[in-house]
T-cell receptor, first 116, second 116 residues
Framework: AQKVTQAQTEISVVEKEDVTLDCVYE???????LFWYKQPPSGELVFLIR??????QNEISGRYSWNFQKSTSSFNFTITASQVVDSAVYFC?????????????FGKGTKLTVNP | GAVVSQHPSWVICKSGTSVKIECRSL??????MFWYRQFPKQSLMLMAT?????????EQGVEKDKFLINHASLTLSTLTVTSAHPEDSSFYIC????????????FGPGTRLTVL
């Protein structure tokens, strides 16, 4: 069975600090996708990134960066120079191939609070 | 592109009544839609997978007679919570996969259901 573990339930930082959100996954599939979503207090999920299992290159998008390591089954997310607007719950997710569609398994989420 | 809407955004109902939630893909055809439930401070849990023109596939532990799903067209799926009870109060989120998008899910803004 597929599983996503986000060990950090809550993180609190001061603005401008860097913060890393951990994500460890389990799967027997060789082909899969990993995701990060942001859920602000409004509740609407915001897509951040989608990475397939064959692409281990790290990715940077502005203040966001992702470190994918298959050897440790981890897909960690770093926010550089955090801002108050980054405060949200962040979910890591793993796709479960389903006849060509993707059934997502979510981690429990990490609540990030960025204080001014 | 790839916008998913949900209606209503919130609903309050009395125990024993039925509530219908609509999920629409506004600018694309969705071959598959998913329904998730999220309790306060918890993760998203997949309830069912809905394919246009066929019966929904429910996850283990989800009562299909209580949560009726109808995917009547390529742009609309509905979730009806029948004989709702206070324990059904939750945040219901749908997602849709755009035909030809390699399975990427686009999420709706969610519907908050409160059963009194």
């Amino acid at each position: 069975a597929q599983k996503v573990t986000q060990a950090q339930t809550e993180i609190s930082v001061v603005e401008k600090e860097d913060v890393t959100l951990d994500c460890v996954y389990e799967t027997r599939d060789t082909t899969y996708y990993l995701f990060w979503y942001k859920q602000p207090p409004s509740g609407e999920l915001v897509f951040l990134i989608r990475r397939n299992s064959f692409d281990e290159q790290n990715e940077i998008s502005g203040r966001y960066s992702w470190n994918f390591q298959k050897s440790t089954s981890s897909f960690n997310f770093t926010i550089t120079a955090s801002q108050v607007v980054d405060s949200a719950v962040y979910f890591c997710a793993l796709s479960e191939p389903l006849g060509g569609s993707e059934k997502l398994v979510f981690g429990k989420g990490t609540k990030l609070t960025v204080n001014p | 592109g790839a916008v998913v809407s949900q209606h209503p955004s919130w609903v309050i109902c009395k125990s024993g009544t039925s509530v219908k939630i609509e999920c629409r893909s506004l600018d694309f055809q969705a071959t598959t839609m998913f329904w998730y439930r999220q309790f306060p401070k918890q993760s998203l849990m997949l309830m069912a997978t809905s394919n246009e023109g066929s019966k929904a596939t429910y996850e283990q532990g989800v009562e299909k007679d209580k949560f009726l799903i109808n995917h009547a067209s390529l742009t609309l799926s509905t979730l009806t919570v029948t004989s709702a009870h206070p324990e059904d109060s939750s945040f219901y989120i749908c997602s849709a996969i755009r035909w030809g998008s390699r399975g990427e899910q686009f999420f709706g803004p969610g519907t908050r259901l409160t059963v009194l």
